[in-house]
């Protein structure tokens, strides 16, 4: 366990440091909103301001999560691999990816308001299913690196074996935060608050599960 | 002689199933009219699929926990058998649609589980296909067979209980048991699904055969 925690600390101060990454991810979101602003000009229709809003996170959690493990060199490889469990490492990347997709969401959400304006009846519900969204594109996402990591591959693999299991998360994220903007009424968004809360924990075990394998290729 | 039996029940029961399908009895229904013929071939192709994908499964699997190349062999091939039958369901899953619903594709959470299905699958052969190195490309595709295989299910089995889908069984629509198949399409419906399933597992034993025999020669 502490372990996980010096991970997470380790990776937090590296990614401070170079500060390029992090802000990169940034400019990311913050042209493609702009981008956004100057190609709609007025959203009136709410669906499309959420449907646009999670595509936009999509792509951003693709990119910021992308370079989790391939940015490593072989020698840092090579020590983790002498000094760590797999399901140490796995467990931290997630957890400090969760953090990082929290983090980025959030100002997502912000600078999406300051341009498109806040169409959210609901705000409280609506962070809670940000919060469940980003943590579940970390989580798959930090999987699929790994995956992608060790098959030699780019962003353009990442992309192709991300994007359909990601699926069923966006589809019932749009569908949850959809609710929270009209304002619906707790017992009206409970099937898909538990359907996210499974779908999370179902990706967190099958990582921790499987990380191993990928570990040993 | 017990090795051939089960394709001979396969070839008869899917002839049967042809032949049946085409000129039994049916319920004459608003509509479906006499598409109805279709449940005979369209819903046993996604039955054969999901068949295929779990043998798929199932040898990924095995796979890691021993590490053979054979059970990685089986597993690639099953996918791709379960693809070709993906492909055949959704292709008569739309000529039904087009004539039932009024267009080629609708936006139903069904067609978008499978259409997604699809993706996913096509995805693991890239990804096979990008790994050049045996045993690694073996353990990879494994790994992310399961991992997408898990979030599938979510997809077909739960999601669209969540939401109104035209298909028979979701949001509100009846089950296809309570009001479509009488007794008379029972007798056919079982035996297409059987039939096909053999059909598909038949497939499968020829293309494994034709991959262990095309690695022996090129060695």
């Not at chain 1, 925690?5 to 913050?30: C, D, H, P, Q």
């Not at chain 1, 090579?78 to 983090?103: C, E, G, K, W």
């Not at chain 2, 649609?97 to 594709?105: C, K």
């Not at chain 2, 198949?181 to 297409?192: G, N």
Request: with cysteine; proline share 3%.
């Amino acid at each position: 366990m502490r372990n996980i925690f010096t991970l997470v600390g380790k990776e937090i101060t590296l990614e401070w440091r170079n500060k390029y990454a992090l802000s990169g991810v940034f400019i990311y979101v913050i042209s493609t909103i702009f981008i956004c602003y100057n190609a709609f000009r007025q959203m009136i229709d709410p669906q499309a301001w959420n449907a646009l809003f999670w595509i936009i996170l999509l792509f951003a959690a693709v990119n910021a999560v992308a370079k989790s493990f391939m940015q490593e060199t072989r020698g840092l490889q090579l020590f983790y691999y002498s000094f760590l469990d797999p399901q140490q490492v796995i467990l931290a990347r997630i957890v400090y990816n969760s953090v990082l997709m929290t983090v980025i969401s959030l100002a997502s959400f912000g600078f999406y308001t300051v341009f498109l304006g806040n169409l959210v009846a609901d705000v409280p519900m609506f962070l809670l299913g940000l919060l469940l969204g980003s943590t579940g594109f970390a989580a798959v996402l930090t999987l699929v690196s790994a995956i992608a990591s060790r098959a030699g591959n780019s962003a353009s693999l990442m992309a192709v074996l991300s994007f359909p299991i990601l699926l069923p998360l966006l589809i019932t994220v749009i569908r949850f935060s959809r609710n929270a903007m009209e304002g619906f009424s707790w017992s009206v968004n409970n099937p898909h608050l538990l359907v996210l809360l499974s779908l999370n924990a179902l990706v967190i075990a099958l990582a921790y599960l499987l990380f191993p394998y990928i570990w040993k290729a | 002689m017990m090795r051939y039996v089960w394709k001979i029940a396969a070839a008869l029961l899917v002839y049967y199933s042809l032949v049946a399908g085409l000129t039994g009895e049916v319920p004459r229904m608003a509509i479906l009219n006499e598409t109805i013929r279709n449940i005979y071939f369209h819903v046993p192709m996604w039955f054969t699929m999901m068949a295929l994908f779990l043998v798929s499964l199932i040898y990924s699997l095995k796979y890691l926990s021993g590490s053979s190349p054979d059970h990685d062999l089986v597993a690639a091939e099953a996918a791709r058998v379960a693809m070709v039958f993906g492909i055949a369901g959704l292709l008569t899953g739309m000529l039904w649609a087009r004539f039932t619903w009024g267009a080629w594709w609708v936006n139903d959470t069904k067609l978008n589980g499978s259409a997604a299905t699809m993706l996913v699958y096509a995805a693991y052969f890239i990804l096979r296909n990008s790994v050049p190195e045996k045993q690694k490309r073996a353990r990879l595709s494994a790994v992310y067979a399961i991992f997408s295989f898990s979030l599938m299910i979510v997809f077909i089995m739960v999601l669209p209980r969540l939401t109104d889908s035209l298909h028979p069984g979701n949001g509100g629509n009846p089950a296809f048991g309570s009001y479509d198949l009488d007794s008379r399409m029972r007798a056919v419906f079982y035996p297409a699904v059987a039939g096909w399933i053999l059909v598909g597992l038949w497939i499968l034993q020829i293309r494994i055969r034709t991959r262990k025999l095309e690695n022996t020669v090129s060695i």
